[in-house]
């Protein structure tokens, strides 16, 4: 990586819940995966193991596969077993090893790219995937996919109980092919090829509705703090009353980008420390020009809010400059650093615990809102965000 990097405009709910998939199944790093990318100290830990292992009880292992396994065996595919092994040995979920391909992938999610046609995707009242938003621009539209198509097949493969992300999967591939949806409008189906283009969405929505400034972050990359930055300055030039902070369903990225978003708030304050073996090795204070400095902000959170987002809501709370809304996060406290090795792949390792500027480390317990706001699934369905609507009231108030 060429920079440290450490660990929505909806118009309703549906894009809310969706959030995620406007970068088509980003899902997979808020999982197990959920990320807080660092930089690695130069305090080394683990001193009392050897240098070097002993593989020659791995090599046997081989051996023995080799010699007696009925089946084509794949030397890539086993030493990836191997490292990948070694990283999971760990007993961390958040030190994982990546193939030269899903490491394409971890990087893709954080810059907000992937290969696909461009399109947001959601259910119906009755189940069916259909069609929020072409992406201007992208393939979908350019191929006269419409808002509310439902898609009935892909490729030949039916939708039918099929889940959103599932969907998606169907739906990606490489850039250059080839997919054809099968679309029912207005109860007429139709097939409709499309090729399949390099996307990249960018990770900041903003607008200003009756006064206030919206700002919704749906991953913190390397575009983000430009953005947001962007949009504060807009914020500002506009006079708002207040701004609501949009971090439901982020599954976070880069501590540089959350201590970025932080500064708009805060002026020489903490963001927050890292701790390794309960000691702070580095803390980060706020940065630049704090150009919403003193104006009356609701942070909304909800569990698909981690690591940055909760870096973000924890800074801006402990510093007393939002109250948080909505739904307890995600809970995800730890720093993770990617190790780049020359084939492609990648070690992401945990390298140390993040806290609050109150001392407070959120790992598996989240970050509870000063106001709990619920959906249910009748909003959802109804296409209401009570959660939106509370925080606007409450920057009004």
Do not use: C
């Amino acid at each position: 990586m060429p920079k440290k990097r450490k660990s929505f405009k909806f118009k309703n709910l549906a894009a809310l819940f969706l959030s995620a998939l406007i970068v088509f199944y980003v899902g997979w790093a808020t999982g197990a995966g959920k990320i807080s990318i660092g930089q690695v100290k130069p305090v080394k830990a683990n001193n009392g193991l050897p240098a070097k292992l002993d593989y020659s009880s791995v090599d046997l292992i081989y051996n023995s596969i080799r010699d007696n396994y009925d089946g084509k065996l794949d030397e890539t595919k086993l030493l990836d077993g191997i490292k990948t092994g070694l990283a999971n040995a760990a007993g961390d979920p958040y030190t994982e090893y990546f193939s030269t391909s899903d490491a394409k992938d971890f990087y893709g999610q954080l810059d907000g790219t992937f290969e696909g046609i461009g399109a947001e995707l959601g259910k119906d009242a009755d189940g069916n995937i259909d069609i929020i938003a072409p992406l201007a621009g992208y393939p979908a539209e350019k191929a006269g996919i419409k808002p509310k198509d439902i898609i009935a097949s892909v490729d030949g493969k039916s939708t039918s109980g099929l889940s959103i992300d599932d969907t998606v999967k169907l739906i990606r591939g490489k850039a250059g092919t080839t997919v054809k949806l099968t679309v029912v409008r207005d109860g007429t189906p139709q097939d409709i090829s499309i090729v399949r283009e390099s996307i990249q969405i960018p990770s900041v929505k903003s607008e200003v509705k009756d006064g206030v400034g919206i700002l919704t972050i749906s991953r913190f990359g390397d575009d983000t703090v430009k953005l947001a930055t962007a949009a504060a300055e807009d914020f500002k030039s506009k006079n708002v009353t207040g701004v609501v902070l949009d971090l439901r369903g982020d599954p976070g990225g880069l501590l540089t980008a959350a201590v970025g978003v932080s500064s708009l708030w805060l002026q020489n304050k903490t963001v927050l420390t890292e701790r390794r073996d309960g000691k702070i090795i580095q803390t980060y204070p706020s940065e630049g020009t704090a150009t919403l400095n003193g104006v009356k902000t609701v942070v909304l959170i909800d569990g698909g809010s981690a690591s940055a987002s909760e870096i973000t809501a924890g800074a801006l709370h402990d510093n007393k400059a939002a109250t948080l809304m909505g739904l307890k996060s995600y809970g995800k406290g730890s720093v993770q650093q990617p190790i780049d090795f020359k084939d492609g792949s990648l070690l992401k390792v945990t390298i140390a615990r993040w806290y609050t500027p109150a001392g407070k480390n959120i790992d598996k317990e989240g970050i509870k809102p000063d106001t709990e706001v619920k959906i249910s699934d009748d909003d959802i369905k109804a296409g209401n965000d009570p959660q939106l609507n509370a925080a606007l009231t409450a920057v009004k108030s």
